[in-house]
Every structure is written in structure tokens, then in C-alpha cells.
């Protein structure tokens, strides 16, 4: 077994859920000849996350973010504010959808779904640019 790994850095986003599929799939084809096996991505960030959902219709992101303000929305008391009022919000939101996916790769190439889309789930009103480590194994 190979693996290879690089590291990607993802432009600053506003809060929501952000389709980053296609940065992925650029990154991918950097690497060396892959013909299967597993993609691994990790976020190394606490208030942020990355799930796999619909990517054709925009309103799906809308309504993740609608969602998941509603159930850990800023109104609430927290005793952790040091960094604004968004961040444990944000923290819980990244602790609910997780920090990383595993994506098989067939012939070279991530073998989602006809409607699935990578994910950046953009926690913070300034959360800045994400960094994500892109894990190869074949």
C-alpha cells in the first residue's frame, strides 16, 4: 500500500456551507498516478467541518446552515466567548458534522454520487482561510 499526502489551503469563505468538490478534485490531479483507493480529508480547524451533500441545488446549503443556526444559535448562554459570539456556536456545529471524510477513488478519481459535493462548512462570520490535509491510500 502507497499513501501520500499534501496539505491544501482553502480561500476564506463567510459563514454557510460552501461546495469545495471541485478544489478537491484540483488537488487530486496533482498527485501522481492514482488508480484506486481511498481519499481521506481532514480539517484542522475546530469551527469548521466537512460533510457530503446535494450539489446541484444551492437552497440545500441554505437550509444546513438554517438548521444548524437553529440548534446551536448565539442567543444561547455560553460560558466560552473569549473569541466572539460565534465560536462555540461554531465549535458544537463542527463537533456535529465532523472533521474529516473518506471518499473511494476509482480510476484515479473521487467515485461520489451523481449528486453529492464535498462540503466546507464554514462555522464563523470570519473564520479565515481552512487548511485541509488530503490523505491518499492506494
Same mark, same amino acid.
Given at each position: 500500500?502507497?499513501?501520500?499526502?499534501?496539505? /491544501?489551503? =482553502? #480561500?476564506?469563505?463567510?459563514?454557510? +456551507?460552501?461546495? &469545495?468538490?471541485?478544489?478537491? *478534485?484540483?488537488?487530486? @490531479?496533482?498527485?501522481?498516478? /492514482?488508480?484506486? !483507493?481511498?481519499?481521506?480529508? +481532514?480539517?484542522?480547524?475546530?469551527?469548521?467541518?466537512?460533510? &457530503?451533500? *446535494?450539489?446541484?441545488?444551492?437552497?440545500?446549503?441554505?437550509?444546513?446552515?438554517?438548521?444548524? @443556526?437553529?440548534? #446551536?444559535? *448565539?442567543?444561547?448562554? $455560553?460560558? %466560552?466567548? $473569549? *473569541?466572539?459570539?460565534?465560536?462555540?456556536?461554531? %465549535?458544537?456545529?463542527?463537533?456535529?458534522?465532523? @472533521?474529516?471524510?473518506?471518499?473511494?477513488?476509482? @480510476? !484515479?478519481?473521487?467515485?461520489?454520487?451523481?449528486?453529492?459535493?464535498?462540503? =466546507?462548512?464554514? %462555522?464563523?462570520? $470570519?473564520?479565515?482561510?481552512?487548511?485541509?490535509?488530503?490523505? &491518499?491510500?492506494?
Amino acid at each position: 500500500m502507497a499513501i501520500k499526502q499534501k496539505m /491544501i489551503t =482553502l #480561500a476564506p469563505r463567510s459563514r454557510g +456551507f460552501h461546495l &469545495i468538490t471541485q478544489e478537491i *478534485e484540483q488537488a487530486l @490531479n496533482t498527485f501522481s498516478t /492514482i488508480e484506486n !483507493g481511498l481519499l481521506h480529508l +481532514f480539517i484542522k480547524h475546530t469551527s469548521a467541518s466537512l460533510t &457530503i451533500n *446535494e450539489n446541484a441545488d444551492p437552497t440545500v446549503r441554505d437550509d444546513m446552515e438554517n438548521f444548524f @443556526n437553529d440548534i #446551536a444559535n *448565539e442567543k444561547h448562554y $455560553y460560558i %466560552h466567548t $473569549y *473569541e466572539g459570539t460565534d465560536d462555540m456556536p461554531a %465549535h458544537i456545529k463542527s463537533s456535529l458534522l465532523g @472533521n474529516s471524510l473518506t471518499i473511494p477513488l476509482t @480510476n !484515479g478519481k473521487m467515485n461520489l454520487g451523481t449528486w453529492q459535493g464535498i462540503y =466546507l462548512g464554514e %462555522h464563523r462570520e $470570519y473564520g479565515g482561510s481552512r487548511k485541509v490535509v488530503m490523505t &491518499i491510500y492506494s
